[in-house]
Nanobody
């Protein structure tokens, strides 16, 4: 089993920044993808960003390109999401997820095998 624990959420004003962390523990695989998703009240969970095992390839939703940066630290088994220029409509619970056998559908939440409990991000206007 794999355990994922997010942290770093909070309240920030529009235009501000936050950095989310996702600590992974337990059994992992040599080739996997980790991703961030978010879910606003009354809306479906949506893809935000993903990063490959090697960390050399990153993917972003169009809505966050240029403002968000996904990264990972292998020594700490931790993934990060740096979020800049946040907007009120980005208020949501942010989840990290792990896809242990990637098939290419990294923007599909059903592709992912493990999920964290989520961390609340609130952006005030």
């Amino acid at each position: 089993q794999v355990q994922l624990v997010e942290s770093g959420g909070g309240l920030v004003q529009a235009g501000g920044s936050l950095r989310l962390s996702c600590a992974a523990s337990g059994r992992t695989f040599s080739s996997y993808i980790m991703g961030w998703f978010r879910q606003a009240p009354g809306k479906e969970r949506e893809f935000v960003a993903a990063i490959t095992w090697g960390g050399s390839i990153t993917y972003y939703a169009d809505s966050v390109k240029g403002r968000f940066t996904i990264s990972r630290d292998y020594t700490k088994n931790t993934m990060y999401l740096q979020m800049n220029s946040l907007k009120p409509e980005e208020t949501a619970v942010y989840y990290c997820a792990l896809d242990q056998i990637p098939t290419g559908r990294l923007r599909d939440l059903n592709e992912y095998d493990y999920w964290g409990q989520g961390t609340q991000v609130t952006v005030s206007s």
